[in-house]
């Protein structure tokens, strides 16, 4: 009885903590996104930035992706693009954009250079060695940007910060799919990442950073986090361990890839879960503990032996006050109207709610990683290997 009534308690008082998590992410985003910044001082320069693209392949959005960086409206900066393959088609539609946009400084590199296990750090590695700017921007293919992106990113960047990120989003996009990422992004993900952020947790995604390069130079540059395969969260924990402060960006990362698949979707949140477990293995417990169904359903046990209340009741009334408080983070981190209507919303987000704890299960059982051509596989504190082929 008593082992009982420890878990009630302790089931009740967790989901008090995430319904906090909710209105410190709220708060968060209310704050911080889509704010305009004051501009320096016409004679303060501003800093020049070597962004990064790292391709692979090509997608129907790849072209005017790369062309939004071409137009950016921002006084100095760089285009530096990494290509692994010789064959790779990505190499046509760069060059056709360098044509079109003679003026713009940006230079192409093919073949990447082999500095650890991590696919994408070999990529870019002749990029960073070429970067001729202070600031780095390590931007993923899949990256739309505004006229004013890289603008509102530098201007966050303050004296005592050494990585500014964007929070993963994603651009309107027709199809049940894109809806359902738009949610996931916009909710879930969006929920935890502001939280985190506001309680100053390492919440860094490396599709959209700006960082300082001297200091990642100091520790041996990208070339140094090459054995792990989530370099952008041990980027950030390199500053965080040297006194530096991480910092994110008023705009959300514009996620805009022309595959748009739930197969697709799927398989990456999986793989982002693997990584957290093999980073932060207590994630392991905490996670499907978070997530809206099973929480419902355990407090309702919890309130129906601790208090006797009716646990159907509790249930619903734990899903419509979720679903609202979804609904509310969503419409601040969209800043307009939606693309879809609140029963399409409804239908993305108990679909999403009920696949949390499938892909949970899936993370937990096959720990292995496909990304790109490559299988690896996570050791314990996200160093990672790659899986032979006859392994």
């Not at 089931?11 to 996104?33: C, D, P, Q, R, T």
């Not at 093919?110 to 780095?136: D, F, R, S, T, W």
């Not at 009716?310 to 109207?337: C, E, K, P, R, T």
């Not at 919303?345 to 949390?356: D, K, L």
Request: net charge neutral; aromatic share 14%; with cysteine.
């Amino acid at each position: 009885f008593y082992t009982l009534y420890g878990f009630a308690i302790v089931f009740f008082a967790g989901w008090w903590f995430v319904w906090l998590l909710h209105l410190l992410a709220i708060f968060n985003g209310k704050m911080k996104l889509h704010k305009k910044k004051t501009l320096p001082p016409l004679e303060v320069p501003l800093p020049g930035v070597s962004i990064i693209k790292p391709l692979t392949g090509v997608d129907p959005n790849l072209f005017s992706n790369l062309e939004s960086f071409f137009t950016m409206n921002y006084p100095q900066f760089e285009l530096l693009f990494c290509v692994q393959d010789e064959g790779d088609p990505s190499i046509m539609l760069v060059r056709r954009l360098m044509e079109k946009h003679p003026l713009v400084d940006a230079r192409m590199f093919v073949g990447g250079c082999p500095v650890g296990v991590n696919p994408k750090i070999n990529n870019m590695q002749p990029g960073y060695e070429a970067a001729k700017y202070e600031l780095i921007l390590i931007s993923d293919s899949g990256i739309r940007m505004k006229e004013d992106t890289l603008l509102d990113m530098v201007l966050t960047m303050a004296d005592d910060v050494a990585l500014v990120h964007q929070m993963p989003f994603a651009c309107d996009r027709k199809g049940f799919p894109a809806i359902l990422e738009k949610v996931y992004f916009g909710t879930a993900h969006a929920r935890i990442y502001l939280a985190a952020d506001f309680l100053r947790i390492n919440c860094a995604t490396g599709m959209s950073a700006l960082m300082r390069k001297k200091l990642l130079d100091e520790v041996g540059g990208i070339r140094a986090f090459g054995h792990y395969l989530a370099e952008d969260f041990f980027f950030a924990k390199s500053f965080e361990d040297r006194g530096w402060k991480i910092r994110i960006s008023s705009q959300p990362a514009w996620q805009n890839s022309g595959l748009c698949e739930v197969g697709l979707f799927q398989t990456r949140v999986a793989r982002w879960a693997k990584l957290r477990f093999a980073m932060v293995p207590h994630t392991m417990l905490l996670e499907p503990l978070s997530e809206c169904m099973l929480l419902g359903a355990l407090v309702a046990w919890a309130t129906s032996f601790l208090f006797q209340w009716d646990a159907f009741a509790v249930y619903l009334l734990h899903l419509l006050l979720w679903f609202l408080l979804d609904w509310m983070l969503l419409s601040i981190i969209q800043n307009g109207l939606l693309p879809f209507n609140k029963w399409e919303f409804v239908v993305a987000w108990t679909f999403r709610e009920c696949g949390a704890l499938y892909l949970f299960l899936h993370a937990l059982w096959n720990p292995t990683i496909r990304w790109r051509a490559g299988l690896y596989r996570l050791r314990w504190g996200g160093t990672v290997e790659v899986v032979k082929p006859d392994s």
